[in-house]
């Protein structure tokens, strides 16, 4: 089939209700998985996530006039790890109907997200699941999920890349599936969030998207979807990418600015942006060949600097998590060095919901970081029961 019936069949199925290609994923089943059976697909009709043109931000904070936003944590578990999950649960549920007793469960190690999703769809499905999650280093939110959700949850003494490593043994000794983003199954999934791009922009490639980085698996796959459109014909280019980076955990960033010519995995840091915590990515190589391929670039950004993007941006009626505020940063110092025109289209990929990281929010905007000015912070006012002392305020405030 040319390009011509590949986008006329995506643009048809596109948020509609027909089973199951209402989702964002599986109105590209195809591209995705073509042979398993619509009975065995496991989908929350993820994926339709949101391009919100980021008109004020970009007008007002970096002079920009065509700066978007992809906003995937606008999904049933509030992250991009659902576009990932569904094609491997339902590979997953396939091979436990036409051959049970092959797989008993599933299992992954994760800094919050992956366990949310892989919960919430083994659960639809039935099938057991099992989560690795480093103790005391994710958000309430991320570990009432996977718990909610039914999950065989183990809090474990270690940081994810322990986790990793014991998750790996295991499944190397059981009939337990690894979930993690080394399978590609994920990224079979996640490659669709490029594909919705370009339909969203009705197949104009953007110049420029941001992604923020931990175990790189997503970089990957946005660059495999980008370059599946271009290598099928539906467009002739692919977008530059940038790897955004926490400066707390940034093998990446260090391995690019020595070209490319080592690679050293480093030891991880506390950070905000948790769910890229990770100081030993799994899926290195290929990140570093999507970067290679599409000119690519790695930024980095401190802890300060991502909570200050994301809450500068949230003043603007986003409501970013730290991770999306990591990519802020980046591109904010991409065009302060004019790597990034002023008029260059482009997409930052907002990794997950702003509602699952409320607690760095309430502690930034109460100025309780230490070491942090929290610059624009907006804490409530107390004021007293009484008319007079409410239009003060409200006279100090805003003139009237």
């Given at each position: 089939y040319g390009p011509t019936y590949w986008k006329a069949l995506f643009d048809e199925r596109a948020g509609r209700t027909t089973w199951p290609y209402g989702s964002g994923v599986w109105s590209k089943k195809?591209?995705?998985l073509p042979t398993i059976p619509d009975e065995h697909i496991v989908s929350m009709f993820e994926g339709n996530s949101n391009l919100f043109w980021a008109e004020r931000f970009g007008r007002e904070s970096l002079g920009m006039s065509d700066l978007w936003v992809k906003q995937c944590g606008n999904s049933h578990t509030g992250s991009f790890k659902d576009l990932?999950?569904?094609?491997?649960?339902?590979?997953?549920?396939?091979?436990?109907?036409?051959?049970?007793?092959?797989i008993s469960a599933v299992g992954c190690a994760s800094t919050g997200d992956t366990s949310a999703a892989l919960s919430a769809y083994c659960a639809a499905a039935d099938i057991p699941s099992i989560v690795f999650l480093p103790a005391d280093k994710i958000s309430l939110a991320q570990l009432v999920q996977p718990i909610a959700n039914g999950a065989c949850v183990l809090s474990i003494d270690t940081d994810f890349d322990g986790c990793m490593k014991l998750i790996r043994e295991v499944t190397a000794e059981t009939p337990i599936y690894l979930a993690n983003s080394m399978n590609s199954l994920r990224l079979e999934g996640q490659k669709t969030a490029a594909i919705e791009i370009l339909q969203q922009f009705d197949w104009e490639v953007p110049d420029w998207v941001i992604i923020p980085g931990g175990n790189l698996g997503n970089v990957y796959a946005f660059?495999?979807?980008?370059?599946?459109?271009?290598?099928?014909?539906?467009?002739?280019?692919?977008?530059?990418?940038?790897?955004?980076?926490?400066?707390?955990?940034?093998?990446?960033?260090?391995?690019?600015?020595?070209?490319?010519?080592?690679?050293?995995?480093?030891?991880?840091?506390t950070t905000f942006a948790s769910a890229i915590q990770i100081g030993d990515p799994v899926?290195?190589?290929?990140?570093?060949?999507?970067?290679?391929?599409?000119?690519?670039?790695?930024?980095?950004?401190?802890?300060?600097?991502?909570?200050?993007?994301?809450?500068?941006?949230?003043?603007?009626?986003?409501?970013?998590?730290?991770?999306?505020?990591?990519?802020?940063?980046?591109?904010?110092?991409?065009?302060?060095?004019?790597?990034?025109?002023?008029?260059?289209?482009?997409?930052?990929?907002?990794?997950?919901?702003?509602?699952?990281?409320?607690?760095?929010?309430?502690?930034?905007?109460?100025k309780e970081i230490p070491g942090m000015a929290s610059t624009y912070a907006n804490p409530p006012t107390p004021v007293k029961d009484d008319i007079g002392a409410v239009m003060d305020v409200l006279q100090s405030k805003f003139n009237i």
């Open positions: 195809e591209w995705v990932g999950m569904t094609a491997l649960v339902s590979q997953v549920n396939h091979i436990r109907n036409i051959r049970p007793g092959t660059y495999k979807g980008f370059q599946m459109a271009k290598d099928l014909g539906l467009v002739t280019s692919i977008p530059r990418m940038v790897v955004a980076q926490a400066q707390n955990a940034n093998p990446l960033y260090k391995a690019f600015q020595n070209s490319y010519q080592n690679f050293e995995a480093v030891k991880a840091s899926s290195i190589d290929r990140a570093i060949l999507a970067l290679k391929a599409s000119n690519g670039i790695v930024e980095e950004a401190s802890e300060e600097e991502l909570m200050d993007a994301a809450a500068r941006a949230d003043l603007t009626g986003m409501f970013n998590c730290p991770h999306t505020g990591v990519a802020l940063a980046a591109l904010t110092k991409l065009r302060d060095r004019g790597v990034i025109g002023k008029t260059d289209r482009t997409v930052v990929v907002s990794t997950a919901h702003g509602l699952k990281f409320t607690q760095s929010k309430v502690a930034y905007h109460a």
